[in-house]
């Protein structure tokens, strides 16, 4: 996937010790055959392997956001009304800083959060203005952004000084 890992990327990424993920997007278009969700189950477990968390949270409660977050083996907070608290009680209770935190956002609610953390993602279908103001811009959605932006972090740890193929 990756020709060449970006020093910038390998910087941002390395520090990170939690993996918040706007599961909003968490649908059977971007996240139900079982192929895919093996994939990034394993990404998410290589990801544990490296010493970062991944949270999922909704601003709803579905039995299908749940289902892709149990399949990914993702702990999910559903019904999070303020994510600005949801951040801060996950920053706090795990103590981290702000640098130690990626995001995979992908709406307008999510921008007070993506100015305070060291990394956000953006899926490939949020609106514009959430992909110009995030790091970087995913090529999937859902559970593929997941996978995409847990190998990143999974290379940025494993390869510090660089990765490529």
Not at 67 to 93: H, N, R, T
Request: proline fraction near 2%; hydrophobic fraction near 35%.
């Amino acid at each position: 996937m990756f020709q060449k890992l970006r020093s910038d990327l390998v910087k941002e990424l390395s520090s990170i010790r939690l993996l918040l993920v706007n599961a909003d997007g968490f649908s059977s278009n971007g996240a139900s055959s079982s192929k895919k969700l093996g994939l990034n189950g394993n990404s998410i477990e290589l990801l544990k392997d490296e010493g970062v968390e991944c949270i999922a949270f909704s601003t709803q409660k579905s039995q299908e956001i749940s289902s892709v977050a149990e399949g990914l083996g993702i702990a999910l907070y559903e019904a999070v009304s303020e994510k600005a608290e949801f951040y801060s009680k996950m920053k706090s209770e795990l103590s981290l800083l702000d640098h130690e935190i990626a995001l995979i956002c992908r709406d307008d609610a999510d921008l007070q959060i993506m100015k305070k953390v060291s990394f956000s993602a953006s899926t490939s279908d949020s609106p514009l203005e959430i992909k110009s103001e995030s790091y970087y811009p995913t090529y999937g959605i859902g559970s593929h952004a997941v996978c995409e932006i847990a190998e990143l972090i999974i290379k940025s740890k494993r390869y510090p000084d660089g990765w490529s193929e």
